[in-house]
């Protein structure tokens, strides 16, 4: 199959902060141990947003630029059919031609002392898919998968916008199990956006006693509720903190999931768990955010967690977008031609008119 192959393709190139061109680029040629793969679907994530205008400390780190490498194809969330592979990478992942396949976004190097004690997600170089020239990303028409990729089978029974999702999904998701769920607990959403409406579907499925979504846009907490959403509340009409408290006889919530990526958001839940709460944190921000370290310590001895990356929830993501559960049609807003990469950024940055903006190659 290899040698019907195109010569170029299509990708979005980075140039910079604000400077993503379409350009004609050659078609990778995949090395020993890796797979080439023919992008169907790749989404644009409020990260690569933050990526494109340069937010400050993306990376947190002051000694790296603040954008991703110059000369990078950017696409974290992508699906794909694999077109050539050799016996070692099919081995290693279970896969072969012809399959549908999701990637991690992460690419450990297996050799840090992360990788070394199975926390692959924390991989010291941290090399992930679309931000660095090691590993271009999914706004392409081919990409290659490397040695160290941790790859999954998705059905072909599902549109390839829908599979592209388990990306987001399965950080969500991870998210979840961050928060270490019960049944007694009442949790809150904050943000019911693409990782938002996942966090919501991931904390209903552990069966809690309520579920609680926070959000500006009504349309938005209607999608929540077929979600898994037992409650909603629109901020711009409610004080959430009040209505916690009411729900909860005045303790407040069990967990707080931070999906949304907003500064107050953060203050917020501080202010509406009960003592002994628990908080996760996985928005990446775009600017610092200021709040009051004695509600975590000396008032509410609150558990406070972070949450990067998806790791060991891929499996489970897959099954539920599978499963045809979920509401995926409402969540995959808009699907866009490569070519129009700029469209989908600003539908992004728009974030009232979308949910998830798709890109779909070829």
């Known amino acids: 199959m290899a040698g019907t192959l195109p010569e170029a393709m299509q990708a979005v190139v980075v140039h910079g902060p604000g400077d993503y061109r379409l350009e004609e680029v050659p078609v990778p040629t995949p090395g020993p141990g890796e797979a080439l793969v023919r992008v169907e679907a790749v989404g644009i994530c409020a990260s690569d947003l933050k990526a494109y205008h340069g937010a400050p400390k993306f990376w947190g780190d002051e000694n790296r630029p603040a954008w991703t490498e110059s000369q990078v194809i ?25 399959d549908r396949v999701v990637a991690e976004q992460i690419v450990p190097c297996d050799v840090c002392r992360y990788c070394r004690r199975g926390e692959y997600w924390m991989c010291g170089p941290h090399d992930m898919y679309g931000f660095k020239r090691v590993a271009p990303g999914g706004m392409a028409e081919y990409m290659v998968y490397t040695p160290t990729s941790r790859v999954h089978k998705i059905s072909k029974d599902i549109a390839p ?10 950080c969500a998701l991870h998210a979840v199990e961050r928060g270490s769920i019960r049944f007694e607990d009442v949790v809150v959403v904050a943000g019911c956006g693409p990782i938002g ?10 069966s809690p006693a309520a579920v609680v979504a926070l ?9 929540a ?15 959430p903190v009040q209505y916690v408290r009411d729900l909860t006889d005045g303790y407040g919530a069990d967990v707080y999931l931070e ?10 839940g501080l202010n509406l768990l009960r003592k002994l709460g628990r908080f996760v944190e996985y928005s990446v921000f775009g600017s610092e955010v200021t709040v009051d370290w004695s509600i975590i310590s000396d008032d509410k001895e609150l558990d406070v ?12 993501a897959v099954r539920m977008l599978e499963s045809g559960d979920l509401p995926m049609d409402e969540i995959c807003t ?16 728009s974030g009232d008119q979308s949910i998830k903006v798709t890109l779909i190659p070829g």
């Open 225 to 239: 509720k077929k979600c898994g959403a037992t409650h909603t509340v629109n901020i711009a009409q409610q004080d």
């Open 259 to 268: 999906g949304s990526g907003h500064v107050d958001a953060v203050g917020q």
């Open 74 to 98: 950017p696409g974290h969330e992508f699906t794909g059919e694999i077109v050539t592979i050799d016996d070692v990478a099919s081995s290693r992942w279970g896969v072969d031609v012809g």
């Open 215 to 223: 959000d500006l846009a009504d349309a938005k907490l209607e999608l």
């Open 161 to 170: 916008q829908h599979a592209a999702f388990a990306e987001p999904l399965s």
């Open 305 to 316: 967690l972070g949450a990067h990356l998806g790791p060991h929830c891929w499996p489970a």
């Open 334 to 349: 808009h699907q866009l031609p490569l070519e129009k990469y700029d469209e989908g950024l600003k539908l992004v940055e």
């Open 197 to 206: 409406l996942g966090m919501i579907a991931g904390a209903a499925a552990k």
